[in-house]
């Protein structure tokens, strides 16, 4: 089922609203609509980013290009992901044919800007038997449903589960659709491993369940089922666990590292594989403010 463009309006118009990397224009005509260009050039057009790398990895002052490509690689999944897991929990919303119409502008800083045309670009309704309510009104299955780890957020009912179907959209859209193309291009113009592309990609995603809880907390609880159930999916499992160290906050520890200790006055994240378990246990004593 196609979403109504009025419904699609506001939507992204809510989800916008929560921070520049979850922002998407709708508008009907933009002046600098020549300078847009659908998202699947990002990685068809393979000199433009390895001028990009280039750039980006001297900004940041890395001696490495495999350092400016990983974290610009890690920028670009968190500006996908972040609307979609947005949209879709909000508004059981979830961009169809993304690559081909929804469009992107370059900037020389910053979130990539994304632009979704309601002339060309359709989104498709969950029905509400996957998702579980209507739009706006995302309902995970209840503890009756399965349970999952203790401390871990992951499949709500296994495998299988009614979220199940959800998942694998998701999934579909911004990792097959979106960023497997990506991870071929960026390792085509730089020498970078394949599997910290997918560390990075899986990493952003968790990121959303730090930033969305925080203007939205009311999403909050159907974000962290969605995301738990992707990372366990294809190229992402196996990449790190998402762990809930406090009541409300999720956190993630990667097998892998970004690479950004490796920049100037850079360190490491806080998902980092590289940290002593001492020093994580005391980040994330910090980040839940004791309350573990």
């Not at 979106?178 to 952003?204: D, K, Y």
């Not at 909050?220 to 762990?243: F, N, Q, S």
């Not at 590292?257 to 920049?263: I, K, Q, T």
Request: with cysteine.
């Amino acid at each position: 089922m196609t979403a109504e463009p009025a419904l699609v309006t506001k939507a992204l118009a809510e989800v916008s609203a929560i921070g520049p990397y979850f922002e998407v224009s709708s508008d009907a005509g933009r002046e600098d609509e020549p300078l847009w260009r659908p998202l699947r050039e990002l990685s068809r057009d393979t000199e433009a980013l390895r001028a990009r790398i280039t750039d980006y990895g001297r900004r940041l002052g890395a001696e490495e290009d495999r350092v400016g490509a990983s974290i610009l690689f890690q920028g670009l999944a968190a500006r996908v992901w972040s609307p979609v897991v947005g949209t879709v929990t909000a508004y059981r919303l979830l961009p169809a044919a993304a690559p081909g119409h929804l469009l992107w502008r370059p900037v020389p800083t910053g979130p990539l800007p994304l632009w979704a045309p309601p002339v060309t670009m359709r989104w498709l309704v969950l029905p509400s038997s996957v998702t579980g309510g209507a739009p706006g009104t995302w309902t995970a299955p209840g503890p009756e449903t399965g349970t999952s780890p203790a401390g871990e957020a992951g499949f709500v009912g296994g495998p299988g589960a009614g979220n199940g179907q959800v998942t694998e959209l998701v999934y579909r859209t911004v990792v097959t659709e979106i960023l497997e193309p990506l991870v071929e291009a960026f390792r085509g113009v730089s020498r970078i491993a394949a599997g910290l592309l997918w560390g990075n990609a899986a990493s952003a995603l968790a990121g959303v369940l730090r930033t969305l809880p925080l203007a939205r907390p009311d999403l909050a609880p159907g974000a962290a089922r969605l995301v738990g159930d992707v990372l366990r999916l294809g190229v992402l499992a196996g990449t790190g666990r998402l762990v809930e160290p406090a009541p409300g906050t999720h956190l993630f520890v990667r097998t892998s590292c970004c690479l950004y200790y490796r920049v100037e006055a850079g360190g490491y994240c806080d998902d980092c594989a590289l940290i002593p378990d001492p020093d994580r246990a005391a980040r994330w004593e910090r980040l839940t403010g004791g309350s573990r």
